[in-house]
């Protein structure tokens, strides 16, 4: 794990030095000694070295064992939930957020995560909020069942505030050629599977702090009845990591797709692994969103179609199953303690229909 903007730079008598420009070393160099312990926490046997080098290392002859190796990858970041962490004071559930933003769009198409790198940005390095965001990326990555192998700190005096800080990350996963999930696999009469979300997850935030914090004049330490805690603690819930859930499932029964719902909502992420011809009917009337659901919309009178294209809506992943296969498919989810349930089906297409939909009312 690299500490790029902690490079030493020369600096002779009372000129400028990189500490006068705002940056500084040893702390960059203390916050990577604190976040050791917890990045060795992620390790798999096919991670070679440790942090310090230039490049994170993973041996793939590890990939001999499958016939034809398809590597996916992906990068995201966790948006403006970064400032409710900020303003908290909270820094070891955001990491959480990330390695599911990222590792939950990997096993979408059957892969297995392998690995993970970061990227965290502050204004100024706190050594122990550092180590406290690479904390939670670490007990993500052990979530997903990947290995966190390196990654980078910056500190950006100038740019951004002291307590200000973003971060970012990409991973890599594998699937077998001959396993890989998709739009091709789907099949009238296949059933749309429904994971509960853990909340907002990482998506719309932007909206739900303009409608609580902007409009309504909430609080982070405002408690709300009708989510039993703190509006801060709400927001603050560590999205799902569904990883290792999937590729559970995978294992037990005929899985066509998934679909990781996140910015875009429920209908257009289901839609985009819809093939041509077929159409993704949800019924909204399975399930009923939480709370926080009906705050915002409410709070920011927002309708509900512009609520479902943001947020979840209560929903973090959709699996598309064969419909003989439902009853294995919620009984794997369940003894790994996931909340699922049938919430739709596949029908051909008619000419006035696109890849999904939702119909109905939320049930009370």
Known sequence: MSTESFERAPHAGTGASYASAGVDIEAGDRAVELMKEWVKKTQRPEVLGGLGGFAGLFDASALKRYERP??????????????????????DTIGHDLVAMVMDDIVVCGAEPLFMTDYICVGKVHPERV??????????CVLAGCALVGGETAEHPGLLGPDDFDVAGAGT???EYDRLLGADRIRTGDAVIAMASSGLHSNGYSLVRHVLFDRAGMSLDQRVEELGRTLGEELLEPTKIYSLDCLALTRTTDVHAYSHITGGGLAANLARVIPDGL???????????DAIFDLVGKAGQVERLELEKTLNMGVGMMAIVPADSVDVALTTLADRGVEAWVAGEITERGAHTTGAELVGDYAK
């Open 70 to 91: 398809l590597l996916a990858s992906a990068t995201d970041g966790v948006g403006t939930k970064v400032d409710i962490a900020r303003q908290m004071g909270v820094y």
């Open 131 to 140: 180590a406290a965001i690479v904390k939670g990326i670490a007990e993500g």
């Open 173 to 175: 996963g594998v699937v």
């Open 279 to 289: 159409h993704a009917t949800v019924d909204r009337s399975t399930w009923t969103p």
